[in-house]
């Protein structure tokens, strides 16, 4: 397939320029400072507040000056995940691209994306000289991916717009009008590990090369998360042999679906064959059971050096606790317009074993805060139950719909005469800063839309260069219309 003309040129450098600086999520000082020197550097007022967030104030055009003001927003910062034969310092090296087809890619990386091309976009705006817009000011925050703490920590007055799109949606087509709450909950098993059992053979069992993706948006897919489906297995042998577990080690990220996990553990010596006969009979069924989405899932077991191990009844209630906690959907929307939207939904997200503590994450989200509450405190029970100490964060506000909004009115007319047809206007079952700036900001009239991503929060992720064009084709059009 021949590869396709990376088209607005202009988003597209700026995107390559923003692939060369490391942004992980609470490390963005090396972007920030690139943000503030680009609109110094073009004679535009440029301000940082306390919390590293950086906006850019550009002047109308003439004829535009009494227009609204315009806020287009984006997140600086990037999910880092990389495949495990990929060695990759995201603090230091840049982030290498490639097109295949109508995609653009990483190698073995996540692209940044989400939402780099929303930064681009912005820049691109700021750096153009032929386009027509009332005032504009160009919003970037930081550390969205790992709490939205740079909207959260952004005080009111920083902006001042009237309108605010956000550039963080990856389904070009959709403008998004609402969005979910989220909250994270950390359960911890404390413990002092003891000398490795006599009588017992030790085996570590892996599971790699699944999609993953993102905990939101992506919650509904049926994909494998490879906590749980580990978590299974030792369930099912903890009940049919007993056994001593030593780590189970899954997951990064807060908000992706894990994608890969490793667990060492021993058995009485006389069951070790069985074990690995019940191995081979269970990746078989999840295999199955997977066979449509989950086309690249390894299953891997193999002898392991004895280690020390978690006390029985530590471990033996971490699994237990891990079989039981809700994980997926858990509600769609009632209202029968949006019936196919996920309401209410959790993620465990990740589990580290160290040498006296196991940690695991999950989170919750909902686009009814009440659902939320309950979902994450379904969660805390199942974990308080099995003895661990649970923390949960305060979590992020749902963004509620607007049905008087004027800027969702010029959005969809604008989108109608440029392409003919109607985009969809609906919910998302991922957190946007908009539900932070509906609060500091109630009067803000907002939407969101973007490119066309896939694969976000995994080194699968990647932009459909020809929808980059499109909205900023559409983009521009809001802009004259506003």
């Known amino acids: 397939m021949a590869n396709v003309e990376l088209k607005p040129a202009r988003v597209f450098e700026q995107f390559a320029k923003i692939n060369t600086i490391p942004r992980p999520s609470k490390k963005e000082e090396k972007m920030i400072e690139y943000l503030k020197t680009f609109g110094e550097s073009h004679g535009l007022e440029t301000k940082v507040d306390e919390v590293g967030n950086v906006l850019i104030r550009k002047a109308a055009t003439p004829g535009y000056e009494n227009k609204p003001v315009v806020v ?88 001042s717009g009237d309108m605010l799109i956000n550039l963080d949606s990856e389904d070009e087509g959709q403008i998004f009008v609402s969005c979910a709450g989220g909250r994270n909950t950390t359960a911890t098993f404390h413990y002092q590990k003891e000398a490795a059992p006599a009588g017992y053979f030790f085996l570590k069992a892996s599971l790699k090369g699944l999609i993953g993706g993102h905990s939101g948006d992506d919650i509904n897919k049926k994909r494998a998360n490879s906590l749980k489906v580990l978590a299974r297995f030792l369930y099912q042998t903890q009940e049919r042999y007993g056994l001593r577990l030593a780590s189970f080690n899954a997951g990064r990220l807060h908000n992706a679906i894990p994608r890969d996990g490793i667990i060492v553990f021993a058995v009485p010596s006389d069951k070790k064959e069985n074990v690995r006969a019940d191995w081979n009979v269970f990746a078989s069924e999840v ?16 002898s392991s050096e004895a280690e020390d191990v978690l006390p029985v009844e530590t471990s033996t209630k971490l699994i237990q606790a891990l079989q039981a906690a809700d994980n997926g959907v858990f509600a769609m929307c009632q209202d029968e317009e949006i019936a196919w939207l996920v309401e209410t939904s959790s993620n465990l997200a990740s589990i580290t074993t160290s040498d006296d503590k196991v940690v695991i994450v999950a989170s919750q989200r909902s686009n009814v805060m009440s659902a939320l509450d309950n979902m994450a405190a379904t969660i805390k029970a199942v974990f308080q139950l099995a003895g661990a100490e649970v923390v949960q964060g305060e979590g992020y506000p749902a963004w509620k719909m607007n049905p008087d909004s004027r800027l969702t009115k010029i959005t969809v007319e604008a989108y109608q005469q440029l392409f003919h047809k109607d985009p969809l206007v609906i919910g998302i079952h991922a957190g946007l800063e908009c539900g932070l700036f509906s609060e500091k900001y109630p009067h803000l009239d907002m939407v969101s839309f973007g490119p066309t991503l896939r694969g976000v929060h995994s080194p699968d992720e990647r932009l459909h260069i020809p929808t980059v064009q499109m909205v900023w084709d559409h983009l521009l059009e809001i802009l004259k219309k506003v």
């Open 72 to 159: 287009l927003q984006s997140h600086m910062d990037m999910v880092c995940e990389h495949l495990p034969e990929v060695n990759i310092d995201f603090e230091n090296d840049p982030i290498q691209t490639y097109v295949d087809g109508e995609w653009m890619k990483a190698k073995g990386t996540t692209l940044g994306a989400d939402d780099g091309i929303g930064c681009a976009i912005e820049l691109a705006v700021l750096d153009s000289d032929d386009i027509e817009h009332g005032p504009i000011e160009c919003v970037f925050t930081r550390d969205e991916e790992t709490g939205l703490t740079g909207a959260e920590g952004m005080k009111p007055g920083f902006m």
């Open 287 to 302: 295999e199955e059971e997977y066979h449509v989405t989950e086309k690249t899932m390894e299953f891997h077991m193999e």
